[in-house]
């Protein structure tokens, strides 16, 4: 401001300091300069130009199950699939005599459990016994009283889901349950040690080919 003073004083023009401007005189300023061709905004959604919504949270998880035996030990396995692709892999050992299908049963409750400790509501159930998944279906009848007892558990559970259903797989479509059941009837495991999740990954290339990337 002192430069513009010094700059004008050779003619006979005087600086004057601008006052506050009132609102109303920018309003009016801004008003009689408005565009021929505005448009206000619309804030209106424009779903009539949707193709789909969807909803991940519902969305439901799945839960494979199935149970492996060798000549001397017993397992039985399970893994949690979430809507987004994360795996959650269970097993266990049988320490007890049991039916081949009494050991699917045990495979599937042990999985519905661990559904329920996380508060999943809405639930795809597979496995390869299509005895035990047509029982639960209510599609065969249960007549092994072994048996009876294992469904009526898992008609119990039932209530905790708001929606759940029961479909067979062919066995060579539920590897990764199998490979876990295979692998707790295998393994020597001490009973007051928890073995966790097992990460498994996919090798492309030989370990040199990476080494040789890094460098």
């Known amino acids: 401001m002192a430069r ?18 009132k609102r109303s005189v920018v309003a009016d300023f801004l008003a009689s300069r408005a565009l021929e061709d505005y448009e206000p905004l619309n804030f209106d959604f424009p779903n009539e130009e949707l193709m789909c919504i969807a909803a991940t949270e519902d969305s439901p998880w799945k839960l494979n199950f199935d149970r492996a035996s060798n000549a001397v030990e017993n397992g039985i396995g399970a893994i949690l699939v979430s809507p987004n692709g994360n795996h959650y892999p269970f097993m266990c050992k049988l320490d007890f005599d049991y039916t081949n299908n009494m050991a699917e049963y045990e495979a599937c409750i042990m999985g519905l459990q661990a559904a329920i400790e996380r508060g999943i509501k809405t639930l795809e159930v597979y496995g390869d016994s299509a005895s035990v998944i047509y029982q639960l279906r209510g599609e065969w009848e249960t007549r092994d ?4 007892n294992y469904r009526m558990v898992v008609l119990g559970l ?8 029961f479909n067979y797989l062919p066995r060579d479509e ?9 692998f707790a009837s295998m ?19 030989p370990a040199h080919r990476h080494s040789l990337l890094q460098y």
């Open 187 to 205: 393994i020597k495991a001490n009973k007051e040690e928890e073995m966790r999740p097992i990460q498994m990954s996919v090798y492309e290339a």
């Open 174 to 182: 539920n590897q990764m349950a199998d490979a876990l059941a295979t």
């Open 4 to 21: 513009w003073k010094i700059l004008l004083s050779e003619f006979d023009i005087v600086y004057v300091s601008q006052k506050a401007i």
């Open 158 to 165: 039932l209530r905790e889901f708001d929606d759940i259903t």
């Open 145 to 148: 009283p072994k048996l009876i």
